[in-house]
């Protein structure tokens, strides 16, 4: 483990009574999870809104034929947003320092707001990707500053697992966004529904916050002491309040006696403050493996990652698509029940040992769906007609499976399953509504982005194990690490700054995605993420420092003391008890 430094005696248990220290919290003190939960609701706004994409983007493609026949344009529409988001959050660093947390997370519900009504109206894919834009600056801009407000108005000994309850919004928004696609499958405008409901949560956290103070340490960094004590006594017990307010002023008065302390930040300062470019480092290396791991390929794309496993219909693919986000929301109540009880550093080399298992099997699995597909062939019934042209002048048609028969493109063409066993030779035929319409006239199920496979039920176990060890650790724990690992001074900026590239990572991982799919095909996909998580668990081991249990103060102090410590599953000595 790298770093050892902890707080005082009453942090420097083993974190055993974290959980239930929450729910006590909840008795005694309701205002600090009303801060909590008010502020989350930016995570559940984020969560539903990278979440509905997945299955609105089904009917979408039913709508308008432009996006069903361009995979780019099916990229874009997903991937605006976090090119939106990308913006927000650089931006929302330096607004998260000049007008403050509750202020940005204001500003970032009208942007949900307004998105949203976009969307639900857009007459075309062109006004539908600007309302996507709108959403991911509010998505960014919420990203950093929902999980910044909750830790600096969370008491050190409880922060991780009010943080977590940041990440748990953002999966449950994700888990509801695929009941909300379910439940509008069959109503008129489906994804206008879908995608314009988001306006509801936005309001109401607009309300919520409007009637919240200020992040306390804000304050104070501000000049706003008054504000900022009055804040803090709400927050703390009478026994704790004195010594966090002394905190605060010793951490404001060592700034101000900095030399450039009137200098404009910039990239190249932080790189040069030692203890800023160690947070940095690990900060934004775990948000960058976060999404190279592959995360939001299944969350973006999962009812297309289980119709690429055989499932045809999308109201099958929305239903078990629902299983993995269900499970993703599961995965971050264990993160707050764990993350101060374990530490930050080893659920994370917990999470990304499942991660690299469940990509391995992701990876056999849909090598065996796609080398062992059901073979093409043409039958005496009124589907002859619409043979699939490739497939009629092809040399070595006895050769032709179902996968060969998806890729043809003059035109585009998909395979009508065998009516008696999908996994019996079927028929390759031109792809539109009349021929879809045909095939299930004839009871036969009909694929234009999978094939049939005995080897499906094995991709959704990859796909849920893949959650389920994902979800506490890669999930959750960069975002609680980058909210604690920074000085007060540089906070928002450097939150900033691991946030953007947050999301340009998954701009890059959500824009090439189907692509890759297309191109070189899921197993060697899921491959590539696998190895990327081997870089990932090795760049844990000896870049990120263990911030369990310590106050924000502290951690500096921890930065500037880190040494390379492998046995990170040891207790460390409590520097307190040393004389």
């Given at each position: 483990?790298?770093g050892?430094i902890?707080?005082g005696?009453?942090?420097s248990?083993d974190?055993?009574?974290?959980?239930r220290d929450?729910f006590?919290?909840?008795w005694?003190?309701?205002?600090?999870?009303?801060?909590?939960?008010s502020?989350?609701?930016?995570?559940?706004?984020?969560?539903?809104?990278t979440?509905?994409?997945?299955?609105?983007?089904?009917?979408?493609?039913?709508?308008?034929?432009?996006?069903?026949?361009?995979t780019?344009?099916?990229?874009?529409?997903?991937?605006?947003?976090?090119?939106?988001?990308?913006?927000?959050?650089a931006?929302?660093?330096?607004?998260?320092?000049r007008?403050?947390?509750?202020?940005v997370?204001?500003?970032?519900?009208?942007?949900?707001?307004i998105?949203?009504?976009?969307?639900?109206a857009s007459?075309?894919?062109?006004l539908?990707?600007?309302?996507r834009?709108?959403?991911g600056?509010g998505?960014?801009?919420?990203?950093m500053t929902s999980p910044?407000?909750i830790s600096?108005?969370?008491?050190?000994?409880?922060?991780?697992a009010?943080?977590?309850?940041?990440?748990?919004?953002i999966?449950?928004?994700?888990?509801?966004?695929?009941l909300?696609?379910?439940?509008?499958?069959?109503?008129?405008?489906?994804?206008r529904?879908m995608l314009?409901i988001?306006?509801?949560?936005a309001?109401?956290?607009f309300?919520l916050?409007?009637?919240?103070?200020?992040?306390p340490r804000?304050?104070?960094?501000?000049?706003r002491?008054?504000?900022?004590?009055?804040?803090?006594?709400?927050?703390y017990?009478?026994?704790e309040?004195?010594?966090?307010?002394?905190?605060?002023?010793?951490?404001v008065e060592a700034?101000?006696?900095?030399?450039?302390?009137?200098?404009?930040?910039?990239?190249?300062?932080?790189?040069?403050?030692?203890?800023?470019?160690?947070?940095?480092?690990?900060?934004?290396?775990l948000?960058?493996?976060?999404?190279?791991?592959?995360?939001?390929t299944v969350?973006y794309?999962?009812?297309?990652i289980v119709?690429?496993a055989?499932?045809?219909?999308?109201?099958?693919a929305?239903?078990?698509?629902?299983?993995t986000?269900?499970?993703?929301?599961?995965g971050?109540?264990?993160?707050?029940y764990?993350i101060d009880r374990?530490?930050?550093?080893?659920?994370?080399?917990i999470?990304?040992f499942?991660?690299?298992?469940?990509?391995g099997?992701?990876?056999a699995?849909?090598?065996?769906?796609?080398s062992h597909?059901?073979?093409?062939?043409?039958?005496?019934?009124?589907l002859?007609?619409?043979?699939?042209?490739?497939?009629?002048?092809a040399?070595?048609?006895?050769?032709?499976?179902?996968m060969k028969?998806?890729?043809a493109?003059s035109p585009?063409c998909g395979f009508?399953?065998?009516g008696?066993?999908?996994?019996?030779?079927?028929e390759c035929?031109?792809?539109?509504?009349t021929?879809?319409g045909?095939c299930?006239g004839?009871?036969r199920?009909?694929y234009?982005?999978?094939?049939?496979?005995?080897?499906g039920w094995?991709?959704?176990i990859?796909?849920?194990?893949?959650?389920?060890?994902?979800?506490?650790?890669m999930?959750?724990?960069p975002?609680?690490?980058?909210?604690?690992i920074?000085?007060?001074?540089?906070?928002g900026?450097?939150?900033?700054v691991?946030?953007?590239a947050n999301?340009?990572s998954?701009l890059?991982?959500?824009q090439?995605?189907l692509?890759?799919?297309q191109?070189?095909?899921?197993?060697w996909?899921?491959l590539?993420?696998?190895?990327?998580?081997v870089?990932?668990?090795?760049?844990?081991l000896t870049?990120?420092p263990?911030?369990?249990?310590?106050?924000?103060?502290e951690?500096?102090?921890?930065?500037?003391?880190r040494?390379l410590?492998?046995k990170?599953?040891?207790?460390?000595?409590?520097?307190?008890?040393?004389?």
């Amino acid at each position: 483990m790298e770093g050892g430094i902890h707080g005082g005696s009453s942090n420097s248990d083993d974190g055993s009574s974290t959980f239930r220290d929450c729910f006590s919290l909840a008795w005694k003190n309701p205002y600090v999870l009303r801060l909590a939960f008010s502020a989350g609701i930016g995570g559940f706004l984020f969560g539903y809104d990278t979440g509905v994409i997945s299955g609105a983007l089904l009917y979408i493609r039913d709508d308008f034929k432009s996006v069903d026949s361009s995979t780019v344009l099916q990229e874009t529409i997903v991937s605006m947003a976090i090119a939106g988001a990308i913006i927000g959050a650089a931006i929302g660093g330096w607004m998260n320092d000049r007008f403050g947390r509750r202020t940005v997370i204001l500003i970032a519900d009208f942007l949900f707001f307004i998105g949203a009504v976009v969307m639900a109206a857009s007459p075309g894919p062109s006004l539908l990707i600007v309302g996507r834009v709108f959403v991911g600056l509010g998505v960014g801009m919420a990203s950093m500053t929902s999980p910044l407000y909750i830790s600096e108005a969370s008491p050190p000994k409880i922060r991780g697992a009010l943080v977590s309850t940041n990440g748990f919004l953002i999966t449950g928004g994700q888990f509801l966004s695929y009941l909300i696609n379910l439940a509008f499958t069959k109503a008129p405008g489906t994804w206008r529904w879908m995608l314009g409901i988001a306006g509801l949560p936005a309001l109401l956290q607009f309300i919520l916050m409007f009637l919240l103070p200020e992040s306390p340490r804000w304050l104070y960094r501000k000049g706003r002491s008054e504000e900022a004590e009055r804040i803090l006594r709400k927050i703390y017990s009478e026994n704790e309040v004195e010594g966090e307010i002394r905190d605060l002023k010793e951490s404001v008065e060592a700034e101000i006696k900095e030399k450039e302390i009137s200098e404009k930040i910039s990239l190249i300062k932080l790189l040069k403050t030692k203890t800023v470019r160690r947070g940095l480092y690990a900060g934004v290396g775990l948000q960058i493996f976060q999404q190279f791991v592959g995360i939001n390929t299944v969350m973006y794309y999962s009812p297309s990652i289980v119709q690429l496993a055989g499932f045809a219909s999308n109201e099958t693919a929305l239903l078990l698509s629902l299983v993995t986000a269900g499970l993703n929301a599961l995965g971050s109540i264990v993160s707050i029940y764990f993350i101060d009880r374990t530490g930050r550093k080893k659920l994370l080399v917990i999470s990304l040992f499942g991660v690299i298992i469940s990509l391995g099997i992701l990876t056999a699995v849909f090598h065996e769906t796609t080398s062992h597909s059901p073979l093409v062939r043409i039958t005496n019934t009124p589907l002859k007609a619409y043979t699939c042209p490739d497939y009629s002048f092809a040399d070595n048609s006895a050769s032709w499976d179902c996968m060969k028969c998806l890729k043809a493109s003059s035109p585009d063409c998909g395979f009508c399953a065998s009516g008696t066993n999908k996994l019996f030779p079927g028929e390759c035929l031109v792809a539109n509504d009349t021929v879809k319409g045909l095939c299930h006239g004839e009871d036969r199920l009909w694929y234009t982005r999978g094939c049939p496979s005995k080897f499906g039920w094995l991709a959704l176990i990859g796909l849920a194990l893949y959650i389920i060890f994902f979800s506490p650790g890669m999930g959750t724990v960069p975002w609680i690490v980058n909210s604690e690992i920074y000085p007060l001074r540089y906070r928002g900026v450097c939150g900033g700054v691991a946030a953007t590239a947050n999301w340009i990572s998954n701009l890059i991982v959500a824009q090439s995605f189907l692509s890759l799919t297309q191109s070189i095909g899921p197993s060697w996909t899921f491959l590539i993420f696998g190895l990327i998580s081997v870089v990932a668990l090795l760049f844990v081991l000896t870049c990120v420092p263990e911030t369990k249990g310590l106050p924000i103060e502290e951690v500096e102090q921890m930065l500037e003391k880190r040494a390379l410590h492998f046995k990170f599953w040891e207790k460390r000595t409590d520097p307190s008890d040393k004389t």
